[in-house]
C-alpha cells in the first residue's frame, strides 16, 4: 500500500449453488459493496495453489468458510501454516496454502479463518437458509469491527 500498510485479503470459500455453502462469497460480496482501500476481498469456490502467488503479496488473510459442525453462529481462529502439507492440484486446506506460500515465496502472511454455520450444503439450490443468513450477518458484525470498519454497512 502506498502509505506503508499491507493490504487485507478476505477469501470468501465457497459454491453458491449448494445453498448455505455460499457464505463464504456473501462474505465477500457484502465487504465489496463498501469502500475500503487495503481490504481485497476474494471469492472462490476452493483453495488452490495458484493462491500462493497472491497470499505472499499480503500482509494478513483472512479466510471465510461455512461449517456445519458449530454450535455458535461463527468461529474466529489463527491458522498457521502446516508442518505435514498435503498439496492438491484441485484443492487445498487454508493452513496448506500457507505452508505451500512459505515454501515458494519464504513468507507468510499472519492468517484466520472465520467460520460461519451453515445446515444446508449438500443440496444443489441458490440462496442462504434464514439461519445462516443471521449467522453471516454476526460474522459480518465482528469482521468490521476487528478490522476497524465498524459502522460500515
Not at 491458522?79 to 515458494?104: F, K, N, W
Not at 502472511?109 to 453471516?136: K, V
Request: glycine content about 8%.
Amino acid at each position: 500500500m502506498a502509505d506503508g500498510r499491507e493490504a487485507l485479503l478476505v477469501m470468501g470459500i465457497g459454491n453458491p449453488a449448494r445453498g448455505d455453502d455460499a457464505v463464504g462469497p456473501g462474505f465477500v460480496d457484502a465487504l465489496e459493496r463498501q469502500a475500503c482501500p487495503d481490504l481485497l476481498p476474494q471469492a472462490c469456490y476452493q483453495l488452490v495453489v495458484e493462491d500462493a502467488m497472491t497470499l505472499a503479496s499480503v500482509g494478513t488473510v483472512v479466510f471465510v468458510d461455512a461449517c456445519s459442525r458449530l454450535s455458535s453462529p461463527f468461529v474466529w481462529a489463527p491458522v498457521v501454516a502446516s508442518t505435514d502439507p498435503r498439496i492438491d492440484s484441485h484443492a487445498l486446506a487454508p493452513a496448506d496454502l500457507l505452508a505451500l506460500t512459505s515454501l515458494l515465496y519464504g513468507r507468510v502472511p499472519q492468517a484466520w479463518l472465520l467460520a460461519i454455520r451453515a445446515s444446508e450444503t449438500d443440496e444443489i439450490s441458490e440462496g442462504l437458509s434464514a439461519p445462516a443468513r443471521r449467522a453471516l450477518a454476526q460474522a459480518l458484525a465482528f469482521f468490521r469491527a476487528w478490522a476497524g470498519m465498524a459502522g460500515s454497512k
